[in-house]
């Protein structure tokens, strides 16, 4: 199956971070919501990343997607350096469309639009044809399971199948990166691990780096690597299956 061919010449780590720092305010009302965080994912790898609200998880992650950046440190996204502390390289908005998918708690599904339609977007918008990005839009709606909902608005969607079709979204443009935000929170066990599972197959076929923040513990077993955020610090933590 070619749909979620790997990339050719792929290099090792599909994100790094060095040492990511994010200060907010100044002087008395400085505030550190994070600090020489650090990670390296390689292709192929699903990372969860955990901590408690409040922790700089979400921080991290938008720094990370090129939306927040850091106040110091480095970003590299398939070996690219792309930040360099506020320092940007490049047109941002158009590499995040190529190269990093996004899902988040809430799928964000356009409500006026089919689930199939609401996959084609984002391949329309990266300049695809109407013909190419619903060829494309449909095997990965079949490919994640909800082929048969392709013709379906997101309100006669479940919440696991309004799920899939984000990340058939995020998917569209074969993204190197895929960022998850809570992806499971509104969803009951057996969906949320599918989900998880879900990304961890994505990351394995396509050769994707893909970080999940996650309060969900029930689903570990299904990452490779797992990392904690505390106070604005992370630890990586050697997944007990490795």
């Given at each position: 199956?070619?749909?979620?061919?790997?990339?050719?010449?792929?290099?090792?780590?599909?994100?790094?971070?060095?040492?990511?720092?994010?200060?907010?305010?100044?002087?008395?009302?400085?505030?550190?919501?994070?600090?020489?965080?650090?990670?390296?994912?390689?292709?192929?790898e699903?990372?969860?990343?955990?901590?408690?609200?409040?922790?700089?998880?979400?921080?991290?992650?938008?720094?990370?997607g090129?939306?927040?950046?850091?106040?110091?440190?480095?970003?590299?996204?398939?070996?690219?350096?792309?930040?360099?502390?506020?320092?940007?390289?490049?047109?941002?908005?158009?590499?995040?469309?190529?190269?990093?998918?996004f899902?988040?708690?809430?799928?964000?599904?356009?409500?006026?639009?089919?689930?199939?339609?609401?996959?084609?977007?984002?391949?329309?918008?990266?300049?695809?044809?109407?013909h190419?990005?619903?060829?494309?839009?449909?095997?990965?709606?079949?490919?994640?399971?909800?082929?048969?909902?392709?013709?379906?608005l997101?309100?006669?969607?479940s919440?696991?199948?309004?799920?899939?079709?984000?990340?058939?979204?995020?998917?569209?443009n074969?993204?190197?990166?895929?960022?998850?935000?809570?992806?499971?929170?509104?969803?009951?066990?057996?969906?949320?691990?599918?989900?998880?599972?879900?990304?961890?197959?994505?990351?394995?076929?396509?050769?994707?780096?893909?970080?999940?923040?996650?309060?969900?513990?029930?689903?570990?077993?299904?990452?490779?690597?797992?990392?904690?955020?505390?106070?604005?610090?992370?630890?990586?933590?050697?997944?007990?299956?490795?």
């Amino acid at each position: 199956m070619t749909v979620l061919a790997a990339p050719e010449n792929s290099p090792t780590f599909a994100i790094e971070t060095r040492q990511l720092t994010k200060v907010y305010g100044a002087g008395n009302i400085e505030v550190v919501a994070m600090r020489n965080a650090t990670m390296q994912v390689r292709c192929g790898e699903v990372v969860a990343l955990l901590g408690p609200s409040g922790s700089g998880k979400s921080t991290f992650l938008t720094a990370v997607g090129l939306i927040n950046p850091p106040t110091t440190g480095q970003v590299y996204i398939g070996g690219q350096l792309v930040h360099d502390g506020p320092a940007a390289y490049g047109n941002l908005r158009t590499f995040r469309r190529r190269h990093i998918g996004f899902i988040f708690q809430k799928s964000n599904l356009i409500p006026f639009l089919t689930a199939v339609e609401n996959v084609q977007i984002a391949l329309q918008l990266n300049g695809a044809s109407h013909h190419a990005a619903r060829r494309r839009s449909l095997e990965l709606l079949d490919y994640l399971g909800v082929g048969d909902r392709a013709d379906n608005l997101p309100a006669a969607l479940s919440g696991g199948q309004q799920q899939r079709v984000a990340v058939a979204r995020a998917l569209a443009n074969r993204p190197g990166v895929i960022l998850a935000d809570e992806p499971t929170a509104a969803l009951d066990g057996q969906r949320g691990r599918q989900v998880m599972e879900l990304f961890a197959q994505v990351a394995h076929e396509q050769q994707a780096g893909v970080i999940v923040v996650t309060h969900d513990h029930r689903s570990l077993d299904v990452f490779d690597t797992i990392y904690e955020m505390e106070d604005g610090a992370m630890q990586r933590q050697q997944h007990r299956n490795q």
